[in-house]
């Protein structure tokens, strides 16, 4: 059973800086993407970053130049590095992981952490 463990939410003010991880655990498991979406109230699920195992990424419009992704393979880690903050990037941060197997895709989320940026 894949799961996926998120850590690092919390209360920040603009400007500010926080750092998701996300952590994936499961037998032989070794996912060919993880990132991270976000979904605020009342919005739609967005792409907030996202990171295949070879290193190549991709990021949502409204976090370029801000947001870093990055990832430990040997771990199994992706991690998201928020600086500059905004009220706009409160949401719930959820972890995503896509693995492909003999041509099946398989998709698996995380709970969610709570972001908050207000002053």
């Known amino acids: 059973q894949v799961r996926l463990v998120e850590s690092g939410g919390g209360l920040v003010q603009p400007g500010g800086s926080l750092r998701l991880s996300c952590a994936a655990s499961?037998?032989?498991?070794?996912?060919?993407?993880m990132g991270w979406y976000r979904q605020a109230p009342g919005k739609e699920r967005e792409l907030v970053a996202v990171?295949?195992?070879?290193?190549?990424?991709n990021y949502g419009d409204a976090v370029k130049g801000r947001f870093t992704i990055s990832r430990d393979n040997a771990k199994n880690t992706v991690y998201l590095q928020m600086n500059s903050l905004k009220p706009e990037d409160t949401a719930v941060y959820y972890c995503?992981?896509?693995?492909?197997?003999?041509?099946?895709?398989?998709?698996?989320w995380g709970q969610g952490t709570q972001v908050t940026v207000s002053s």
């Open positions: 499961g037998s032989a498991f070794s996912p060919n993407t």
């Open positions: 995503n992981a896509i693995t492909i197997v003999i041509a099946h895709t398989y998709e698996y």
């Open positions: 990171c295949t195992s070879g290193g190549s990424t």
